[in-house]
Structures are given as C-alpha cells and as structure tokens.
C-alpha cells in the first residue's frame, strides 16, 4: 500500500505542500495520560468557500500520512497515498472541495510521535511516547479543524483505519460533520485481525535492535522485526485469489534452488515490501497504531450494541465493503450498516465485487469510484 | 432482478395505499424510481435494497438511500423485526428462488407487504400457453431462455398461497395497459398488486 503502488497514473493534483499546526492546550488521552503540547502535520487542497461548508477531511490508515494526494516540488516521485481519489476531476474533486489531510499523533511522517523530542526531557519520547488511540486522533483533528475554522466537515472520509475514525467523528463530534465515508471497514477487531496484530508487534518487540522501545539512542532500527511485521500486514491486504493471480507458485529463477534464498515471486514481493517500509517507517509507531486498530470498539462501552454507540451519530452515511477483503469482510460492513438502519440514518451500501481483497479501497476500480463521486454529488447538493 | 417499467400505474396504485410519512423498505428498488416517487407522492423515508451495481449508483446518484444485497439472502443481519411500516416487493416475487422465505421475511420486517407480480393467467398468456408457446406479454417481456423470471403464478395461485398460510389480503388491485380491472381478475388481470399483512 505504498504510494508508488498506488499511483496508477501521474497525480493531477499537482504540486502540495505539507504544513504544520502546533497546539499548546493539553490533549487528555484515553490512556489516562495527556500531551502538554503537540504537533500535527497536514496538508490542504482546493480551497475552503466563505462560508466554510465544502471541508472533507480525510483519515489515513496504518501506514500512511498527511500526504493524501499530489506530490512534493522537492520529491516528485512521492505521489499521495489516495491520489487516484483525489484531486481535480476525481471522485472527491477537489475544484469542489477543501480536502485536509492529517498524520495522526504518534505517527512518525512529521505529527508528534515516538520520534519526536519529549520537551521534559530533551531526548526522544520513544518507548514512553502515550499508546494513542482513534479517540485521541479524533479529538487531536478536531482542534485541527478549529485551526483551519473548519466548524463543520461536509464529510468525513477514510478506509480501513481512517474509515474507523470517520465512526468515531460521527459519534464524538455530530454536529460537525454532514457526511461519513466508511471504506473498508469494521467496528472493531476480531480475534484473527488482533492475532495477526500481535504476531507483527512480537516480530518487532523481540528484534535485538529494538532496546525496549528506545533505539534511537543506539541509532538503530529493529528493521528485522518491522520487515516481518509488513510481511504478516502484506499477507492479510491481499485475498487469495489476488496473490494467486499475481504471483502464483512462479519461481523467480525458473527452478528450485533448494536454498533459503528467495525463490517464489511472492517471496520476493513480500521481501521487496518489506525492505521498502523499514526503510521509511518507525518501529514505535507501527506498534501503537497496531494497538490503536486492537483497541477501537465503540459498541464495547455500549453492552456490544452497536447501534447505541452509534445513536448519537447524525451523518449520513456512504459505507462502501470489497467481497474479496478477508481483513475486514463485508459482513462487518453490514454490521455497521445494521446499527445504522437501526437509528434510521440515511445510509448508502455497496459492496463491491473486487478481487483485490481489503487493498482494493486503494486501487482504481470503476464502479467503486463512480460511487464516491456521485455520492460526492450529493454532498455537494447539501451543502450548497 | 430489474423492475419493468410498462408504466407507472402500478406507483400510482402503491401509492394510494402507504399512509403518509411511513417508513417503507423497497426490495429490488431498481434505481429508486418507486421510492422516490413515494416520498414525493406520500413524504415516505427508509431504504431501498438493490443488487444491481449500476441500480445502485443510481440509487446514490437519486439520493435514495440504499442497501446492496441479493434478496436470495434474506432479510436477516440488517434489518430489525417490525421496523418498516411496508415492505414493497414489487416485480421481482417471480424472479426469486426462494418466495415464500422472502414474503416471511417480508412481514418480520414491516407490519404490512405491497407485491406486485406477473399474472401469469392473464388471458394473453393463456392464449399462448394453450397454442404451445411460453408467453411473451407486457408483463412478461422476456424471451424463456433469456428471462429472470422463474417462479410465475397466476392471481389464483397467490391467493391460495396467502390463505394457506394465514397471510391476510388487505387489499388487491389488478391492472391491463395500466387500468384497474373489475371482473374475472385471473383472466384480464396483466399485474397484479397485494397489500397484505401477518394474520389479524
């Protein structure tokens, strides 16, 4: 789910530029614990009307960022994350709409995580760096939208992880959004999603390099537990059939080496992946949003009924599932969907036939993409 | 599992029928064509459930709210018990493998169904029938190896169905060319449209 993967063409958006807002008012955290201040980084396409009515906001998932769409003057070949979605003429057009992007607290792409100086102590917060959750994030964009004089969003708008904060807006703040766009999504982890969790953050907490948390210090980077981690990811991104249409049981060399080397096509993509985010991305942070996905359950506070979770909600709803996606199955969809009937909310529900499994809320399919963007119509109907 | 729109007569007649402001579940709703005329015509709200990708981009395009989901799955995961005044099934009874699951299901979500279907003893229909051809008519437009329609029945048969089941008729209207018929129903009738609830 890397950028350059996902561009399938050049981004029409153009040229962005990240920003940064600092808040100096303490954030309580669902931990109990709160940051005295922070920092967020984000980023702004299209512009916002007089009447500040046309903002989306648009929550990233586990490995991305601020960085939604378009591409850096200094770094062209780094094209946004949901660039296909995005921009001039895209489903969520952005000659229409004030798009915002957000990296969440924690993150390791500029907002204050891990990685970032602890002001009481002058290193880096590293292992003591709050376990954040979607309710933290949520507030922290809230204020965000304060910042930007953003008192309503005409929608919120995210897959898989971000589609799960589009929930908690919709349920936190009612009154300040019009519209949430839930991709790919679920109402909470199952057994199997927390496992596979749990394996990547044992592949991560067991690396020798990975000192507790606090490998900065050492200048490292427990890299081997991070490839692992983006393997076991890999794997639950892809359906079956996808990965065997894409690499099969072909051999990269045309024969058995009977080597531990790499020999399957998958293997190498799996390697090749994995190289890549370990590369880039902070071990600290992988473990907290990992833990932030376990936690997230916003029927657990409600006896496990969902649709009184949900009961504050007042968006409307487009709720968009992918039959091939094992990770999150269009039967949690429905799930949603169910809670949402329940409170008669205006509610769209699709569930595309794709074959790319819980990936393809990031590739380009027709009817997924007419679909946004007339349901974008309708957004913009509203608010006009 | 697409409506036939031969004309709107058979709205007109669903219309008449749902009170004003209800909450009503349109299965099969096609690209919201009856829904919206509903909440046109009687202030109505609810969803329509749909299988067809296009239908239901149209559905969103048409601000109808909408839920994809192949009716031969039932009701069951997303919709509560009694939570719809009607459940409308309109023009796709004939078209479903399992009818009888469907109008149980029906009426465990809304207190009361609208169907309209096919009357396959329509005297066109007959009149082919008996000159050993499957029948082509203006409710039954399509040819029989390229036809969703697989369980036919004529007004008779749905009666009997309803009675021996304790489905209550509250109502019925049959139409030809869009005109509400008097006499010999099962033999003028082209369509037919039941209002109809769980037994009193």
């Not at chain 1, 769409?69 to 094209?79: E, K, L, R, S, T």
């Not at chain 1, 909470?188 to 390099?209: C, G, H, K, M, Y």
């Not at chain 1, 590739?363 to 509203?382: C, E, K, N, Q």
Request: with cysteine; net charge neutral; proline share 4%.
């Amino acid at each position: 789910m890397d950028s350059a993967d996902i561009a399938s063409s050049k981004s029409t958006l153009g040229i962005v530029t990240p920003q940064r807002a600092r808040f100096s008012a303490p954030l309580p955290l669902s931990c109990g614990r709160s940051l005295a201040d922070y920092e967020l980084a984000y980023e702004t396409y299209g512009t916002l009307n007089d009447a500040r009515s046309n903002a989306v906001l648009v929550c990233h998932a586990l490995n991305a960022s601020h960085h939604v769409a378009g591409v850096y003057a200094d770094d062209p070949a780094n094209v946004g994350w949901w660039d296909n979605m995005i921009g001039p003429g895209k489903p969520l057009d952005t000659g229409r709409f004030f798009v915002v992007g957000v990296n969440n607290l924690g993150g390791c792409h500029g907002s204050t995580g891990p990685l970032s100086v602890n002001p009481t102590t002058g290193r880096p917060w590293g292992a003591d760096f709050p376990l954040v959750t979607v309710d933290d994030w949520v507030n922290a964009q809230a204020r965000l939208a304060d910042h930007l004089g953003i008192r309503q969003f005409a929608a919120v708008m995210g897959g898989s992880l971000g589609a799960m904060q589009c929930l908690q807006w919709s349920i936190a703040y009612p009154e300040r959004l019009r519209h949430a766009v839930v991709i790919a999504c679920a109402p909470n982890l199952s057994a199997q999603n927390i496992a596979f969790n749990e394996v990547a953050r044992q592949a991560i907490l067991t690396d020798p390099d990975f000192y507790g948390g606090d490998y900065y210090a050492h200048a490292v980077q427990p890299r081997r537990g991070l490839r692992v981690a983006r393997m076991v990811g890999h794997i639950t991104y892809l359906s079956d059939d996808e990965m065997a249409s894409k690499f099969g049981r072909t051999l990269k060399h045309g024969k058995l080496n009977y080597s531990f080397d790499t020999e399957f096509e998958i293997e190498s993509y799996l390697r090749y992946q994995a190289d890549k985010f370990s590369g880039y991305f902070d071990a600290n942070t992988y473990l907290r949003i990992t833990k932030a996905l376990d936690y997230f359950d916003p029927a657990h506070a409600h006896g496990d009924d969902l649709a009184r979770a949900l009961a504050p909600a007042r968006a409307g709803f487009l709720v968009v599932s992918f039959t091939t996606d094992w990770r999150f199955s269009p039967e949690r969809s429905r799930e949603i969907v169910h809670a949402l009937l329940k409170n008669k909310r205006d509610v769209a529900y699709a569930e595309i036939d794709a074959p790319h499994g819980h990936d393809a809320f990031l590739l380009d399919d027709v009817r997924y993409h007419r679909l946004v963007a007339a349901y974008f119509d309708r957004v913009a109907g509203g608010e006009a | 599992m697409s409506r036939i729109s031969i004309d709107r007569a058979d709205f007109a007649a669903i219309a008449q029928w749902v009170k004003p402001a209800a909450r009503v579940l349109d299965l099969g709703c096609g690209d919201g064509a009856l829904f919206r005329y509903l909440q046109q015509q009687r202030g109505i709200s609810g969803y329509g459930v749909e299988i067809d990708d296009d239908n239901v981009l149209a559905c969103v395009k048409n601000g109808v709210n909408v839920v994809q989901r192949n009716l031969e799955r039932g009701l069951h995961e997303l919709f509560e018990d009694q939570s719809f005044d009607y459940v409308i099934l309109s023009q796709t009874l004939q078209a479903m493998r399992n009818g009888e699951r469907l109008i149980r299901d029906m009426l465990r979500v809304g207190r009361e169904g609208i169907v309209t279907f096919p009357n396959f003893g329509y005297w066109r229909n007959r009149l082919q029938v008996i000159r050993g051809r499957m029948p082509l008519s203006e409710t039954l437009p399509y040819q029989w190896f390229d036809t969703p329609n697989i369980h036919l029945c004529t007004i008779a048969d749905f009666e009997r169905f309803c009675s021996e089941r304790g489905i209550r008729i509250l109502q019925r209207k049959v139409l030809t060319h869009g005109r509400p018929l008097r006499a010999l129903p099962n033999l003028l009738g082209a369509l037919a449209i039941y209002h109809f609830g769980a037994a009193g």
